[in-house]
């Protein structure tokens, strides 16, 4: 009897250690470190990919705007200060060089061409005198100093006529003719962008706060975008732009970019970049919105799903996995790419295997 006591504790002894140890097997193992989150091997909603490398062509799009080129732009200033009797332009006009924009009544036109008469008066008496002054020195009725004087004399008045003339030709004063009115004119060709006076207002040629007009030959024009600090190292002048304009739905403008600045704006620390586009018939308008698509050269990096990522504030994470129900949170430093992946360029092999989905469910594991 006492035999068969014992024979089923022993039994029952047995038995309880064999359900402990099975249920030790199917528990989780416990986390070898705090950065470690275990989880049953066959938990659902939980899957790896394997991060890999690969070319990555890198896309920038920038917001911009038409603008003219600043060596084909000119502020027409009067020549002279006066009061303005007619503009004869209007913005969004086309002018052709040459062709008269604005006329005043003009002082210093006037005194200029009265000190070039002056001028001319007083050279035609030089040049007489020192001609008699020369006869009468061959007749040795003069001496050598006053014929060096003479000669002085006519030297000054040429280099006043000279002077005198170079004012009327900077003015754009016809000597020969008499001057009733001066006439502004457009220095090249191209289109009126603005006008900044009126008939009746009185001009103060260079010292005016505001040009006459301002003429922009636009046969070609700037695309100008804004290039944010983390896209700098990806954009060089000479690589492919596409450019497309709200105004023209679907239309591409397909152009290289010209330059890069160098020069971060304080403000918003953004770079300029210029993309010059043709524009022979004119129907790229400066300040037009436009947006600025630029394929620089490709590269190798590491690449995992964008799902893969945790993210709180500036600082980002993957979940690695160790081992079949272990993974190990992992700090990274990432580049975006597009909307479904993202570049690592600091924090992760390649090869190793992350978890794209349930990293919420490894992030409460966790915690």
């Known amino acids: 009897m006492a035999a068969a006591v014992a024979f089923l504790f ?7 250690r064999q359900q402990a140890s099975s249920a030790s097997a199917a528990a989780p193992s416990p986390p070898a470190s705090p950065s470690d989150v275990s989880v049953s091997p066959d938990s659902q909603g939980i899957e790896t990919v394997v ?10 799009t920038s917001p911009g705007r038409i603008v003219a080129d600043p060596a ?9 200060g006066g009061r303005l009797l007619t503009v004869s332009v209007h913005p969004g006009d086309l002018v052709r060089k040459g062709q008269v924009l604005a006329t005043l009544q003009s002082s210093d036109a006037v005194g200029a061409l009265s000190d070039y008469q002056k001028a001319q008066a007083d050279l035609a008496l030089k040049r007489k005198a020192l001609q008699r002054a020369q006869e009468l020195k061959d007749h040795g009725a003069l001496s050598e100093r006053d014929l060096q004087q003479a000669q002085a004399d006519a030297q000054t008045a040429e280099a006043s006529s000279t002077a005198a003339a170079a004012r009327l030709q900077l003015l754009g004063v016809n000597a020969n003719a008499a001057l009733q ?5 457009a220095p090249r060709s191209g289109a009126v962008l603005e006008t900044g006076a009126a008939p009746g207002e009185l001009s103060k040629a260079q010292d005016s706060p505001q040009p006459l007009c301002t003429i922009a030959d636009l046969s070609e024009v700037w695309a100008e975008g804004d290039i944010y600090e983390k896209d700098i190292e990806s954009v060089h002048a000479g690589d ?12 591409e403008w397909k152009a290289r970019v010209a330059s890069v600045g160098y020069a971060l704006d304080p403000v918003s620390r953004t770079l300029k970049l210029r993309v010059i586009l043709p524009n022979p018939a004119l129907k790229l308008k400066p300040d037009m919105f436009a947006s600025i698509r630029l394929s ?11 799902s893969a990522l945790l993210t709180s504030g500036n600082q980002s994470w993957v979940y690695v996995k160790k081992s079949p129900g272990t993974f190990t949170r992992r700090a990274v430093t990432v580049r975006a790419i597009d909307g479904s992946s993202v570049e690592i360029t600091s924090g992760l ?19």
């Open 349 to 367: 092999a390649a090869g190793e295997a992350v978890a794209v989905q349930g990293v919420l469910l490894l992030r409460d594991a966790g915690s």
């Open 51 to 60: 991060a890999r490398t690969q070319a990555i062509l890198v896309t920038v």
């Open 296 to 306: 620089a050269a490709a590269r190798t990096g590491i690449t995992v799903p964008s």
């Open 10 to 16: 022993a039994a029952a002894g047995c038995n309880s």
């Open 72 to 80: 084909r732009l000119v502020r027409v200033f009067p020549p002279a």
């Open 240 to 251: 492919e732009a596409t450019v497309e304009l709200p105004a023209f739905p679907g239309k």
């Open 181 to 185: 009115q001066l006439e502004v004119v």
